[in-house]
């Protein structure tokens, strides 16, 4: 999807069952947003249009929802050049997935909309679809509002909505993060599965983001780049394991011939740190589940880290504070990719964990919502760093 931009003040949306949605003054860019199923961002934009004074009026002022239309199928539908199963294929559409609609025409076995949804544009039957009051309805539920931090370069995380209230954590500028309630001054964000606080409104733009239908092209791009992720990850395994062979001969040599010395290559351990970075974007997308371990099924912070370590014969310990404790003490800035950095509650105990990929960057379970995700590592204040692999 292309971005666009958009300027949205203090817009009342009651349709999406939010009291008052504040969104900042700044004009911003909408950007893609990667998603397992449709892999694209949608803001409100075509919901409003602004005035000569600068104001921003409903276009529609009956219903939002009007020319708004929310899949409701089982997996996905199809997008068609033409309103009959006959016509090509230029899309897919996953459940729970925004158009709009352009116009409605009789078709094969009754009624379509001709849509548009991210960059595709074509033809879907009316009968997979909510419409007006209906698709309002589910909006708040399908719907993801996300706020990004603005105008400072850190901002507090409060435990209340006061400025005298303690603070938790710092967050980053442009890291962004989910709505979960808005005030006239504050908004309460969750930052993590384990970390929900508040910062004042000034400090956010705000959008909503809906997964959108997807190509034929960009769904075969997206199976290609899967596939690099893939064979990437499978290649480093494969010199990790070359090199633990090696390792494990020369060892055995010297207990064959005491005198023989083996001096570790500085490469080993890079080798081993790249196959475990390359292992772990295997796994971006894939679910949150508290408590869990499995890459693929769901697991949590820790379980996620735990997990990839054990796939290179490390036992890391099952929580982040076991972790944190068994693993050697770094300073955090002397972290490098595959090692682990810790965030606490604000009041010193350890409740989250994530690695370091490089580029100030680490890839961690977040929360229900996003999964497994790839963050800027100041995204809330670290605390402690850690590595096993030296």
């Not at 925004?98 to 991210?118: F, K, N, R």
């Not at 400090?203 to 997206?222: G, L």
Request: aromatic share 8%.
């Amino acid at each position: 999807m292309k971005n666009g931009k958009i300027i949205l003040r203090r817009l009342a949306i009651a349709c999406l069952g939010i009291p008052v949605l504040f969104i900042a003054t700044k004009t911003f860019a909408l950007s893609d947003v990667e998603s397992p199923l449709a892999g694209a961002a949608m803001a409100l934009s075509h919901y409003y249009n602004s005035g000569e004074d600068g104001l921003e009026i409903p276009l529609v002022k009956a219903s939002r929802y009007d020319n708004v239309a929310i899949t409701n199928v089982s997996h996905y539908v199809n997008i068609r050049t033409v309103p009959a199963t006959s016509g090509e294929v230029v899309g897919k559409i996953y459940n729970e997935s925004v158009g709009t609609i352009i116009e409605t025409v009789e078709g094969e076995d009754g009624q379509w909309y001709q849509v548009q949804s991210g960059t595709v544009n074509g033809y879907i039957k009316a009968e997979y679809f909510l419409t007006g009051d209906e698709a309002a309805a589910v909006a708040k539920k399908v719907g993801t509002v996300l706020a990004r931090i603005i105008n400072a370069s850190t901002v507090r995380l409060r435990v209340e909505a006061d400025m005298d209230s303690d603070t938790l954590s710092l967050l980053s500028e442009d890291s962004e993060y989910i709505v979960l309630e808005e005030t006239d001054e504050f908004v309460k964000l969750q930052v993590d599965a384990d970390l929900i606080g508040y910062v004042p409104i000034d400090y956010v733009d705000i959008r909503i983001e809906f997964k959108q239908a997807i190509s034929i092209e960009e769904e075969q791009a997206q199976k290609e780049e899967q596939e690099r992720v893939r064979k990437e990850a499978e290649a480093a395994k494969r010199e990790e394991d070359i090199r633990k062979e090696a390792e494990r001969a020369l060892a055995k040599k010297n207990i064959q011939e005491p005198n023989a010395e083996y001096v570790p290559d500085s490469a080993d351990e890079t080798t081993t740190r790249n196959a475990i970075i390359a292992y772990a974007k295997q796994f971006l997308g894939n679910p949150y589940v508290w408590g869990g371990t499995s890459l693929t099924k769901g697991a949590d912070c820790s379980g996620f880290t735990m997990s990839i370590y054990r796939e290179f014969g490390i036992s890391t310990g099952r929580t982040s504070r076991d972790q944190a404790a068994k693993g050697k003490k770094i300073s955090i800035t002397e972290v490098r990719p595959g090692d682990l950095i810790f965030y606490d509650n604000g009041k010193g105990t350890i409740n989250h964990v994530a690695m370091y990929i490089g580029d100030l960057k680490v890839i961690h379970a977040s929360n229900s919502r996003t999964g497994i995700i790839i963050s800027n590592m100041y995204y809330r204040t670290p605390c402690k760093a850690a590595t096993f692999l030296k």
